[in-house]
């Protein structure tokens, strides 16, 4: 990769080989529109559109100015990936130094002033408008540690688990931007054994207040309701890019509402996540091997490569009201058992339809490790049973109302890093409501 | 309730005590717009509007010319229920026999030909544009039955069901109006003891498709994330009206895929809902009781009031390939335990944004009855050991190719029936996909 005109931090995650997509507004244009992340600043594609002849730049493109104008990527995400990757070797072109493109903006001071701005001069907010949102539980260490929590290391995983991505749909209204406030739950809670013959739940603030480091999925293209998409389609057809995803849980409601038919009110409240789409070809220098699976998979599963995930270095940070960060996770993105085509394919086996801005979650992402490489403190602290030790005397079975949680994903060296900047959440404190 | 000058069937659900909303188009006018139904015929909002000066009609409401002619009833439902009340009111006035409007249209044949027509020449669409899709488990005896079968009589309820509105968030994207076929899922089946030591599922077209009779009901305004909505302020505050939904189920795929999560691919393949959205105020004169609950209610879920849910009689028709209708149950709403503001306060309890067009489903209404009383072919047969017999020599387990399944739902006497009309769907044959 060359380098950029634009003064970049070597360890930046928007180097020029990133080039990530997201929706901005400014304090003299509140409109949200597209942009893209290179160093500390943001590239405001609908004033680089308004201001100079892209002609040149993005040939042959139907839709692109419009799709760049809109106040969600989905117009540019229903482009096709084809076309994304047009766009962004383009803009790689534009921002690198002596390529063809790179005096329409490096020599033009006016229309830098205009399209080009610092990251702390605009608001992020929402990338895409999201139809449905599914979260699936691909992250095998994370299943593993938590079913033997609950069922025992001879039970630990489902019979179904090493067959088919098992996931369930969750909520799309409560996906938020990051640095949105998170509200503590209130919810139903059973403080004894749900066995017991008359069980008393009482309605409280979680006091199990957890987070969930994921991996999610954008949508680019739809498929025909009733038909299937294809494992080996489903990454050049289907895949717009990928965010960082925090999904809250209060792990307490969900204990006791999940029975029979999965979580609800434990997750729906919010799950974060990160405002810059990573678009998919970015991360394909960065291919791995996941989490081997002995299981004989079914045809439409069967990928055909062994390298259908990532490896994104993925960190948790816990900072206090106090100010004090502790970084209480690390682990990557590649001890998924399942790739995003896999869970695509299986989602549509049975004909359910996929739209535009549709989020697949990959499922909490932990390592083989233990403690430090867990993606949630249900595992880190074995259910309230053991705390982190954050930095100084304090420490965390789960979390406080000031707390905040600050996902970070990057892969490739310095100079060249492919990175999704933060996911961060704090928690505020619950609501007065009737109980 | 007066007469119409329209000519009404004593036996339509679309009697002048109802006034349903859909959106339909016409040959001439293929654009989606507001409408709603009279007798055997609809009256289209937008002719209506662009045609007459309805200021006499409709004094004082804001946005409401272009919310009647929107592609769907978002814009109307998000005006909020003393909208819907004084619209509803107003057209009863404009279809009734002598009022202070009934001129108005009746005395008009050039209006009357472009607004009044024949349901005959309409096309119905979606009615609203659904954000997110919520299917509740309210039904009480269907609860029962079904978990009598799997997990036998002293277990038959989970220890929360009592205690508050079971739930799980649905796929929003396979909603379908009526008369969309359906066609039959390809799933993951487990043929053998799933907890034999190594499963192996097949891949297939579902064997055990089957329906679930629901009532659907749409919201009217949204609350702020974080804010839970009063079950007292729910009706009247949320609430825009109700359909009927077939959420149709593939049963050997459930089984094998719905631990721990939740049902996922045995359900997002299709759910049809019936077009026309009756109003909440239309179902007003038909409260009833519900199931009595004696579990003592948290405060949030505590109604003050004992008719809560609608005595709606619910009917379901299967009709096969060669064109024989036999009715397969008759059972009524008010089996349910829980009401829609019970359900709502429920879901937002920890904060979870309800938006305009969400969609929630009560679950699978049957009665207390049996076979004859149920919603669903898994209770009519027992999950297949039984078969529901069929006019002429013919039965069923589950649903064939070609099966037709109907749901109808009214209530109230002769010439002032509220109904819902038909929500009907044919299965078609599986996809030819990869295995």
Excluded at 95 to 106: G, I, K, M, V, Y
Aim: charged share 20%; aromatic share 6%; net charge negative.
């Amino acid at each position: 990769m060359s380098s950029s005109w634009v003064d970049i931090d070597p360890a930046s995650d928007f180097s020029l080989a990133n080039i990530p997509f997201g929706i901005i507004s400014t304090a003299e244009d509140q409109t949200p529109r597209v942009a893209v992340a290179i160093g500390s600043h943001v590239l405001d594609l609908k004033a680089l559109a308004a201001n100079a002849n892209l002609a040149a730049l993005f040939p042959g493109i139907d839709g692109l100015t419009p799709a760049l104008s809109s106040p969600s990527l989905n117009a540019f995400a229903q482009l096709g990936r084809p076309v994304h990757r047009q766009v962004r070797a383009a803009l790689q072109d534009l921002l690198a130094t002596n390529t063809q493109h790179s005096a329409l903006l490096r020599d033009n001071a006016a229309l830098r002033q205009r399209a080009l701005l610092p990251q702390t001069a605009v608001q992020m907010h929402l990338p895409m408008e999201i139809g449905d949102y599914t979260d699936f539980y691909a992250g095998y260490h994370h299943a593993v540690a938590v079913g033997r929590m609950f069922r025992g290391a001879d039970n630990a995983l489902q019979p179904n688990y090493l067959h088919l991505p098992v996931g369930y749909h969750g909520r799309a209204s409560s996906i938020v931007v990051s640095g949105t406030p998170v509200r503590r739950p209130v919810g139903q809670i059973l403080l004894a054994d749900p066995k017991m013959p008359a069980p008393m739940p009482e309605v409280a603030p979680s006091r199990k207040l957890d987070m969930e480091l994921e991996l999610g999925c954008f949508i680019s293209r739809p498929n025909a309701m009733g038909e299937a998409i294809a494992v080996g389609e489903a990454d050049e057809g289907h895949v717009f890019g990928y965010v960082l995803l925090n999904d809250w849980s209060a792990r307490d409601v969900q204990m006791w509402e999940y029975v029979p038919l999965g979580p609800f009110n434990g997750k729906n409240f919010a799950s974060t996540i990160s405002p810059w789409v990573v678009l998919a070809d970015a991360l394909e220098p960065f291919r791995a091997g996941g989490v081997e699976n002995r299981t004989v998979l079914h045809e439409y599963l069967r990928e055909g490569r062994e390298d259908g995930v990532f490896d994104i270095t993925l960190e948790v940070d816990l900072t206090t009201a106090e100010g004090d960060t502790t970084t209480i996770g690390r682990t990557s993105s590649k001890h998924l058992l399942w790739s995003f085509p896999q869970m695509i394919a299986h989602h549509t086996l049975g004909g359910c339809p996929m739209r535009t801005g549709d989020l697949l979650g990959s499922g909490t992402i932990s390592g083989p490790g233990g403690q430090g490489e867990s993606g949630s403190l249900l595992e880190m602290t074995e259910n309230g049973r053991k705390e982190v030790l954050l930095r100084g005397t304090d420490a965390r079975t789960f979390l406080r109302d000031g707390d905040s949680i600050t996902l970070r994903g990057f892969c490739g060296a310095e100079n060249g890093r492919v990175g999704f900047g933060e996911c961060r959440g704090k928690i505020a404190g619950a609501a007065q409501t009737r109980r």
